[in-house]
């Protein structure tokens, strides 16, 4: 089993920063592909961002790219959720999650580990 905990969330202004944090613990995480998907009030829950725990290769959101950027730290087993001019649509409820497949995947049924989400509430 793997555990992740998102932290970070928050309330932020139009135009701020946030960044969330996702700790893995239980087996290794070494080789697992890691995803960020959110959901906001009344709509599906969508892909955000995506690496890759070994390779280091991403994968960004049309919707967010050139706003946010996905990062690990494979010491801390954590990985790292940059968002950065934020607007209001970002509103939503962050999930990180784990995924045993070795290329980047956007499909949410690929990830087998979720964690419990961290709220950001983005202000107009």
């Known amino acids: 089993q793997v555990q992740l905990v998102e932290s970070g969330g928050g309330l932020v202004q139009a135009g701020g920063s946030l960044r969330l944090s996702c700790a893995a613990s239980g087996r290794p995480v070494s080789g697992y592909g890691m995803g960020w998907f959110r959901q906001a009030p009344g709509k599906e829950r969508e892909f955000v961002a995506a690496i890759l725990w070994s390779g280091g290769s991403t994968y960004i959101a049309d919707s967010v790219k050139g706003r946010f950027t996905i990062s690990r730290d494979n010491a801390k087993n954590t990985v790292y959720l940059q968002m950065n001019s934020l607007k209001p649509e970002d509103t939503a409820v962050y999930y990180c999650?784990?995924?045993?497949?070795?290329?980047?995947?956007?499909?949410?049924?690929?990830?087998?580990?979720w964690g419990q989400g961290t709220q950001v509430t983005v202000s107009s």
């Open positions: 999650a784990a995924t045993p497949f070795r290329s980047i995947t956007t499909r949410q049924a690929s990830y087998d580990y």
